[in-house]
């Protein structure tokens, strides 16, 4: 057993067990944790964006590469701040619409083609030449996507093959969440074993 010397260490040694401690009841040490995790994260990111919106989008662009075009950003970005009087919040409406539908127009075309045009492509196969295992795959791949949007289908009374279908796709759906909530539980799981790995590798020396 090697205890690190490392003060920074035994500082994130000390909060995580601070942390670890609301699993027996919230309390002073959880509380004083939480905070300061908040403030720190606050802080850094307060930090991270000024100089990576502010200082090199707007800044640098402007005054020392002679792009002034982006002075239209960086004042509708400051009439943001207006939001945070009374007297001026209507301001505000402003930029954040201009932000809205300028992002929108943005995200929409993208999102149309990765998240439709290509999935509808992807969902689409030919079964001629391909593996037996890859068939098989885009064949349940396919039922589920159709029997899936069959059961989203609000437009007629789902009886008959109607029902049927739908039922089969609420058990893809539930196949999905499920490996959704599997795959979230484990990736807690993850991290609380680093956790473990730093508190008896890094600071206790425990383990070797």
Known sequence: MAVTHDLGIWVAGILTLAIFSFLYKDNPFYRFAEHLL???????????????????????????????????????????FTRLFRRTEWISRYPVAFYIAAWAGYVIPSYIQVRILQQAQD?????????????????ILLIGVSTTLIYFYFSAEHRGPLKTLSKVGITFLMIGFGATFGYNVMGRVSLLIGRFQFLFTDWLGIVH
């Open 38 to 80: 908040v403030g720190v994260s606050a802080g850094y990111y307060l930090v991270q964006y000024f100089f990576s919106a502010a200082y090199k989008k707007l800044w640098v662009p402007v005054f020392q590469e002679g792009h002034h075009v982006l002075l239209v950003g960086g004042i509708l970005g400051l009439l943001m």
């Open 123 to 139: 969902t689409m196969f030919n079964p001629r030449g391909m593996p037996l295992g890859e068939a098989l795959s885009a064949l």
